[in-house]
């Protein structure tokens, strides 16, 4: 009688074991689909990380708009590299150019923007495209005052994430935006 009563609590100390082990096992278990989430990450597309950039289809023609409030109408495109792709910006302000003037200029990858932004301040004469940061330039608009437009066509061999700014005086700091190049 004693045997038959001794069996069971054996089984129910292993029982409380495996109980133990279920509880390790499902730990596991739940961190494998975070896991399996993050794989597809170690392959990122450029850009992935930018909110938002799901919602941007790829374009061949970019076009924006610049105003009287220091904003550019869209900040964040995607193109592809290798491609040859046209950038149209319009000045919709009415202030005069002198003191309200736009363009576009797309930076290299790992350009120092806030550098590039403040050297261009005193470049009036190279309607601020600093020379001394010209091999940060991929490309560039004119500067345009109220109501006028340029188009130009540019292409980036490298997909990634590539800067673009105001860089008339003080415009950067709001009139700055990404392309990202798959
Ligand atoms: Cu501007």
Redesign the pocket.
Known sequence: MKRILFVPAVAFSLFLASCGGNDTKTTETEATPETTTEAPAAEPKPGADIPGINDVAVTDHIELT?NDE?KFDKTLFKIKAGQDVKLTLKNIGKMPKEG????VVILAMGTDVQAFGEAAVTEKAADHIPPSMASSVIAHTKLLGPGESDTITFKVTEPGVYDFI???PG?FGS?KGKIVAE
């Not at 309200?100 to 363009?103: D, K, R, V, Y």
């Open positions: 610049g220091l309200m003037a736009h363009n105001c860089s008339f415009h009139m």
